[in-house]
Nanobody, 125 residues
Framework: QVQLVESGGGLVQAGGSLRLSCAAS????????MGWFRQAPGKEREFVVG????????YYADSVKGRFTISRDNAKNTMYLQMNSLKPEDTAVYYC??????????????????WGQGTQVTVSS
């Protein structure tokens, strides 16, 4: 079992930055594929970024490419999402997710086994 806890959300003006954290407990998240998803009110959960433990390939949604950066600190069992040049359309609840590494798409939310509770990000115009 893996428990995930997100933090770092908040209110920021357009053009600003935030860094989200996802702390894992229960098991080390080595050998786990990880991802960030978000869900705005009235919309489906959408993929933001994900990476494969095996090989380290990282994939970003087109909407965040060049603005968001994922990283992880294995020693702290923590994953980060640095969000720069934020836009009002980035407003959503952000979730981190994990699953044992494999070949399944990191962009598919149904392929993940563990989820955090979410953290709200609000970008004002």
């Amino acid at each position: 079992q893996v428990q995930l806890v997100e933090s770092g959300g908040g209110l920021v003006q357009a053009g600003g930055s935030l860094r989200l954290s996802c702390a894992a407990s229960g098991r080390t998240f080595r050998s786990y594929d990880m991802g960030w998803f978000r869900q705005a009110p009235g919309k489906e959960r959408e993929f933001v970024v994900g990476f494969y433990w095996s090989g380290g390939s990282t994939y970003y949604a087109d909407s965040v490419k060049g603005r968001f950066t994922i990283s992880r600190d294995n020693a702290k069992n923590t994953m980060y999402l640095q969000m720069n040049s934020l836009k009002p359309e980035d407003t959503a609840v952000y979730y981190c997710a994990a699953r044992p590494t494999g070949w399944r798409s990191v962009a598919a939310n149904w392929e993940y086994d563990y989820w955090g509770q979410g953290t709200q990000v609000t970008v004002s115009s």
